[in-house]
């Protein structure tokens, strides 16, 4: 069982192609729909990126929810009345400006196209865009002519109930935010909270993305995990520097490299109409350079006043003197299939051990977010004894952990080499010295690390205190 000595480890191994190949391969992440060809813009999580994915929600929620005192969570519906989307603005401005190659029909982001060609097209008219477009001759990416620019909404439309009808038009939200705003009242009646207080959520958004890419970076059904913190105009400010301080603590917490993370502070030209501050948080995903993992926001009181506008209700917050207000809100706002991207992204490392030649492929995940916390096996699995004692081993720990997975298949430096791949950040080994060969070792394990590959003896009774 020798398996020592890390050596040169190969900084940023990772690609995107790296990654979603490891995914496929060990049940991380699947193409949507895939004995059909695919769904562009869908994935299906595996048992382990389920694991992955839960682990990153549940850490998000330990943190900023129940964690705190002054938040409250939310589970709101996916489908909601049509007029949330037209009093947020969304029906008539959700939209993405797209171009089409006049000859192959495919659609694609004019401002992405423009960013490939190193214009910076936030905020530009379509009028502007088509100039540019004419001026740089820039063509599709397969060499063709493009159409001139249109506005194309992202909300995904359905029906509701059995007839058809513009009554029965209904959107699959494309934000968790405003399941949040229409349940101000409700969460303020029933929870008398005190300013400032914030609502917490975690949930399925759908955009129909013109152009799904890179993995789960830009999908069309995804999930966010969003905040809505509720302050007095005139406190803005400070609360927002703590929450700036919190997403910095967050991105720490999923083992982000500080220099792979970094703000971009939203230009007050290119804000939206009703953000006072905006900071989108980037991550330097490998080999496509600095992009949006997260978005953090001062949004006014815009939303709770067009709410309150369009629903004819009441959404003041009453002081406990008397006073009534329509709090302002900051936003943090996280997709979840991002962090696991960027979560992956970091841990994905490649190395060689000991004498070998052999690069291994291994995660360096956090042990709090890691699909498997250890691996238990017999050291052989056509010995009875060793595999009674393991599966002795494996029940005691999987109680008090859970997440503890159990592999007897083919030599125990092949397991070892499985569990590397999917981040498990310790292999428990029952051999014989555990049955008493050797009397000093008797009833003790070997746990081995997966980073360093170093071994250690560990009595059956410490190893939860060991994993801890
Ligand atoms: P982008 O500019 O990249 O399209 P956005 O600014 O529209 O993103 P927000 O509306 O601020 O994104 O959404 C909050 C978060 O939700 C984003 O920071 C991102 O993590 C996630 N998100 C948004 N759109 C997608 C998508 N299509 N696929 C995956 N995650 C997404």
Redesign the pocket.
């Known amino acids: 069982m020798s398996d020592t000595n890390t050596l040169a480890i190969v900084p940023r191994a990772a690609t995107l192609d790296k990654i979603t190949a490891l995914c496929k391969r060990r049940g991380f992440v699947f193409q949507g729909s895939d004995i059909y060809g695919g769904l562009k813009g869908t994935w299906d999580l595996g048992p382990l990126g389920v694991a992955l994915n839960n682990n990153i929600k549940r850490e998000w929620w330990n943190m900023f929810v129940d964690g705190r005192e002054d938040m409250y969570g939310l589970d709101a519906s996916i489908l909601m009345n049509a007029k949330v989307w037209e009093a947020s603005g969304h029906t008539g401005n959700f939209s993405d400006p797209l171009v089409e190659d006049t000859e192959t029909g495919e659609r694609y982001r004019a401002d992405h196209l423009l960013k490939d060609n190193g214009i910076e097209a936030e905020g530009l008219s379509l009028e502007q865009i088509d100039s540019l477009i004419l001026e740089k001759g820039i063509k599709s990416p397969k060499g063709n002519p493009l159409s001139q620019a249109r506005q194309f909404n992202m909300m995904f439309e359905s029906t509701i109930g059995a007839t058809a009808g513009p009554e029965g038009k209904v959107y699959l939200r494309p934000?968790t935010a405003q399941g949040i705003f229409v349940n101000f009242k409700n969460v303020v009646d029933t929870m008398s909270p005190k300013l400032p207080f914030g609502i917490g959520q975690i949930g399925k958004a759908f955009?129909n993305?013109i152009a799904p890419r890179e993995f789960?970076?830009?999908?069309?059904e995804?999930e966010?995990m969003e905040i809505e913190y509720f302050v007095r105009e005139g406190e803005w400010e400070v609360e927002f520097e703590k929450w700036h301080l919190n997403l910095w603590d967050w991105f720490d917490h999923l083992g982000l490299s500080r220099g792979n993370v970094r703000e971009l502070e939203v230009p007050e030209n290119d804000l939206a109409h009703y953000s006072k501050r905006t900071i989108d948080f980037e991550y330097n995903y490998p080999g496509k350079g600095f992009?949006?993992?997260?978005?953090f926001a001062y949004r006014t009181n815009h939303d709770l006043q067009a709410h309150m506008k369009a629903s004819g209700k009441s959404l003041e917050y009453v002081e406990a003197n008397g006073t009534k207000l329509v709090p302002h809100v900051i936003e943090p706002?996280?997709?979840v299939?991002?962090a696991l991207t960027a979560v992956l992204c970091e841990a994905y490392r490649e190395d060689t051990l000991g004498d070998s030649d052999d690069v291994r492929t291994y995660l360096k995940l956090p042990n709090h977010l890691a699909p498997y916390l250890a691996c238990v096996s017999p050291l052989l699995k056509n010995k009875p004894e060793l595999v009674a004692k393991a599966r002795t081993v494996f029940t005691l720990l999987k109680k008090e952990f859970t997440n503890i997975t159990w592999d007897d298949n083919g030599n125990v430096g092949k397991r070892y080499r499985r569990q590397d791949e999917i981040g498990t950040p310790y292999c428990i080994v029952i051999d014989f010295d555990t049955l008493g060969e050797n009397p000093d070792l008797l009833d003790m394990v070997t746990i081995r690390h997966r980073d360093s590959g170093e071994q250690e003896r560990v009595a059956i009774s410490d190893i939860a205190s060991r994993l801890k």
């Open positions: 934000e955009r993305e789960l970076f830009r999908v069309r995804f966010q992009d949006e993992l997260a978005g706002s996280f997709g299939g991002r």
